[in-house]
């Protein structure tokens, strides 16, 4: 695992006759440009509670050098969010404008819109009462058959979007821009490899930062996630020498235990801790999950 480039701010460079284009990564909504310049999503909004003149000039910037059309569309109310809009047509703009603006827009037009399978919209869609209560993460590994390893292609652990619990993570580093119904579903798998193959021919150097992010270990705690370099003895076990990448709060105690230990095991209502073979400590948990999303370390290779 290269540490180096786990969730650093960097830019992407984009260079092509007669202009180039610098684009802040990953804090900024990069992937989600790319993935309508892809042909993956026909829409992408994003919502936004009140960019920047600077951040809406690189959005600007970024629609004139893909070739896109851009909108913006201020908030209504102080209490709402204002949206940013990319697409290939200024009419799909206006279509997903119409569709956000009507009572519910979660439909099954504007997730086509979006680019979203059916199968995982509509599981999301499903899972909203549970969601109120619970993270969707658990509720995806649920209604996954096997316990992996997935493909880091749908690692949508630091995907921000609908994920209350990672507040203190701003980065947005996935490649799907929606969370799947299941961590082996045929269709984001079939989208999430051919959109980082994409970003691979245009831009090499992300593709790589993104495969070496998002292609580990990942401890799940209540919400918050923590990247680890090791290797899974079993589904709810796992020994490791390093946890380079965590939302936990810095300098807080279940990091410091975590990184005194190198094998935790994932208990009712607990985390036990290991060093060495011998005990060294436990941190209380509701939920703990073991997430290996190294399948594609072969099959794609950076
Ligand atoms: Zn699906």
Not at 9 to 32: C, H, K, M
Not at 80 to 91: P, V
Not at 130 to 155: M, Q
Not at 168 to 175: A, E, I, N, T
């Amino acid at each position: 695992m290269n540490s180096k480039l786990l969730f650093k701010s960097g830019i992407v460079r984009f260079s092509r006759a007669g202009g180039t284009l610098d684009f802040p990564y990953p804090e900024s909504d990069l992937l989600d440009v790319l993935a309508v310049v892809s042909g993956l999503k026909p829409v992408s909004y994003i919502n936004i509670i009140e960019p920047g003149r600077q951040y809406l000039d690189l959005c600007r910037s970024a629609a004139k050098f893909f070739g896109l059309e851009f909108s913006y569309v201020q908030r209504a109310t102080p209490r709402e969010a204002g949206q940013i809009y990319f697409a290939r047509e200024k009419a799909l703009i206006r279509e997903a404008a119409r569709l956000r603006a009507l009572t519910d827009p979660d439909t099954p037009a504007m997730h086509a819109l979006l680019g979203y399978p059916a199968c995982c919209a509509g599981a999301f869609v499903k899972s909203k009462a549970s969601r109120r209560k619970a993270d969707i993460v658990p509720l995806i590994r649920k209604n996954t058959p096997g316990p992996g390893p997935y493909s880091f292609v749908v690692n949508d652990l630091f995907n921000p979007a609908n994920r209350d619990r990672l507040p203190r993570s701003p980065v947005k580093v996935h490649l799907l821009s929606w969370h799947p119904c299941r961590y082996d579903c045929p269709e984001s798998l079939a989208a999430g490899r051919a959109f980082w193959q994409f970003v691979n021919s245009i831009a090499p150097g992300l593709a790589g930062m993104l495969k070496a992010s998002l292609e580990n270990i990942v401890l799940y705690l209540d919400g918050d996630c923590v990247v680890l370099d090791g290797r899974l003895k079993n589904p709810g076990r796992c020994s490791y020498s390093s946890a380079p990448f965590s939302t936990l709060p810095a300098g807080g105690a279940s990091l410091a235990k975590l990184r005194a230990g190198n094998e935790l095991v994932i208990e009712e209502g607990r985390l036990r801790l290991l060093k060495n073979g011998r005990a060294a400590g436990s941190i209380p948990c509701d939920t703990g999950l073991l997430l290996d999303f190294g399948a594609d370390r072969e099959y794609l290779k950076g």
